[in-house]
Nanobody, 119 residues
Framework: VQLQASGGGLVQAGGSLRLSCAAS????????MGWFRQAPGKEREFVAK????????YYADSVKGRFTISRDNAKNTVYLQMNSLEPDDTAVYYC?????????????WGQGTQVTVSS
């Protein structure tokens, strides 16, 4: 599975961005899709994930209520709608795919897309 993330950019605090991750290769609809982020000097952290059915989603507490993950299996694309952005959301965001909902280390990773939130 190849993953291509896009949609990052510079936004003011309180603003919104939508990230996209296009998947290709093996049937990407059979994978759990996740978003992770890594801020400068910090470890990579989990943001959100969504199951293959597009129904079940799970979020990190830090983004719950502000971010929404969704996927369109027909387009092999997963999205991350980010609202009410805060400077602490500044990071490189990565999409990832794995066969298992409980995976700690995802099998496939895309390149990152930079999100910068100014105060």
């Amino acid at each position: 599975v190849q993953l291509q993330a896009s949609g990052g950019g510079l936004v003011q605090a309180g603003g919104s961005l939508r990230l996209s991750c296009a998947a290709s290769g093996r049937t990407s609809g059979t994978y759990v899709m996740g978003w992770f982020r890594q801020a400068p000097g910090k470890e990579r952290e989990f943001v959100a994930k969504i199951d293959q059915s597009t129904i079940i989603a799970y979020y990190a507490d830090s983004v719950k209520g502000r971010f929404t993950i969704s996927r369109d299996n027909a387009k092999n694309t997963v999205y991350l709608q980010m609202n009410s952005l805060e400077p602490d959301d500044t990071a490189v965001y990565y999409c990832a795919a794995d066969r298992s909902w409980s995976a700690k280390e995802y099998e496939y990773w895309g390149q990152g897309t930079q999100v910068t939130v100014s105060s």
